[in-house]
């Protein structure tokens, strides 16, 4: 009984640690194919933005969906890998940025990105838990 309640307790802790995790590149994901953000990714240097931001969507979207419901989590999470060592550093390459504010904020940024690098990492490894498509028997 009482590995029963750890297991399911740790089957729940996971669904939400996938929730949370997954939170950001579903809901931002798809401002990748807004006009606005093509146009703010090409203002910063990025190579043929019109392509490559709609496609760094499509890896936030799909590497997301596959976190959350925890189908193939670890190709999802290295999906997410592929995103943000693209993104991280051209979009927030606060080593470039003088104003101060600016470079604070793209340094946070930068180091956040890092954060859910490491993550992603994690997930590449360990899976989505028992609480998944992946994890059913």
């Known amino acids: 009984m009482a590995n029963e309640s750890v297991s399911s307790s740790q089957g729940l802790v996971t669904l939400l640690g996938r929730l949370c995790f997954a939170l950001i590149f579903l809901m931002f994901g798809a ?3 807004m006009s606005q953000t093509i146009a703010y990714a090409a203002s910063q240097g990025v190579p043929m933005a ?3 931001v709609p496609f760094s969507g499509i ?3 799909l590497g997301g969906l596959s ?3 925890g189908y193939r989590a670890k190709i999802g999470a290295w999906l997410i890998v592929l995103f943000l060592v693209g ?9 470039a940025v003088s104003d101060p504010m600016s470079k604070q904020i793209q ?3 930068f ?3 890092v954060s ?7 997930i590449t490894q360990l899976g989505s838990g028992a609480w998944s498509l992946d994890g059913r028997k």
Do not use: D, E, Q, Y
């Open 31 to 33: 401002r990748h194919f």
């Open 50 to 52: 019109s392509i490559a």
């Open 59 to 61: 890896l936030a979207v």
């Open 67 to 69: 976190i959350l419901v």
């Open 87 to 95: 993104v991280t550093p051209m979009m927030h390459n606060f080593w």
């Open 107 to 109: 340094m946070i940024m």
């Open 111 to 113: 180091f956040k990105n």
């Open 116 to 122: 859910i690098l490491g993550g992603a990492l994690l």
